[in-house]
């Protein structure tokens, strides 16, 4: 027993990074699929931790925790900037009269334009290379935190507030022109309601301005994502 739990220490960090990392933690992937991606990865790891554990009097219980802790904070940086494209695209979708379109809301997203740039960022993570960056943070994690040793080091568990603020600040900045879109429509259409009562603004401008927001989304898309990823790639990577 006293030989493989290194192994299983090393698994048991793997197998939290990969609960929460960007695409191998969304729920379109099987639970299968993960745990055998752990599984993988955990012989790496444990060469990464250098194949030995110093003797130490706590149980293993309590080591098990924290590995598994320390999986999880490696990892929530990048979960939590991923999810700045979901509050992006919500918020494009319900300012710029995209939410109602036809279609059905899936875990990824409440609304078609949500669901399509889902998968469209999911699959330029991965073109990108997001597996190679998972390895290097489980390699580089073994450095700020040695398998077998209690504490978590220097780890500031105040930092998450600040991750959060920073993932907001950016689901902003990358849905602003549809924001300020939305509301130079808004104030055109009361302008031009005061001035004539009697035309049916909502049913002309209604068509107009999904017609904008959709030419508006084809051409911004790339660029939103292409920040998106930059951002996630930024926040996850490796010390």
């Not at 990969?18 to 060469?47: I, Q």
């Not at 077998?148 to 500031?156: I, M, N, T, V």
């Not at 790339?222 to 951002?231: Q, T």
């Amino acid at each position: 027993m006293a030989q493989l739990m290194p192994l299983l220490l090393a698994y048991l960090r793997v197998q939290a990074a990969v609960l929460v990392f960007p695409v191998f933690s969304e729920r379109l992937v099987p639970p299968r699929m993960r745990a055998a991606v752990a599984v993988v990865l955990a012989p790496s790891a444990f060469a990464w931790s250098g194949g030995t554990m110093q003797q130490v009097s706590e149980s293993f219980a309590l080591l098990a925790l924290r590995e598994m802790l320390v999986g999880l904070m490696i990892a929530i940086p990048a979960r939590i900037t991923a999810m700045a494209l979901h509050v992006a695209t919500s918020a494009i979708g319900a300012t710029a009269s995209l939410s109602q379109l036809i279609g059905t809301g899936t875990e990824a997203a409440p609304h078609p334009i949500g669901n399509l740039m889902h998968m469209a960022g999911l699959a330029l993570l991965m073109a990108l290379g997001l597996p190679l960056l998972l390895l290097d943070l489980i390699a580089s994690s073994y450095a700020l935190f040695p398998a077998g040793k209690l504490g978590l080091g220097d780890a500031d568990p105040e930092a998450l507030t600040g991750m959060v603020a920073q993932s907001f600040v950016l689901a902003m900045a990358l849905s602003a022109p549809f924001i300020l879109g939305g509301l130079l429509y808004q104030l055109l259409t009361g302008v031009v309601s005061r001035v004539m009562p009697t035309l049916p603004v909502v049913f002309i401008g209604a068509p107009a301005i999904i017609l904008l927001a959709l030419v508006g989304l084809s051409v911004l898309s790339p660029a939103i994502l292409a920040g998106w990823a930059n951002a996630v790639f930024g926040t996850a990577a490796p010390p």
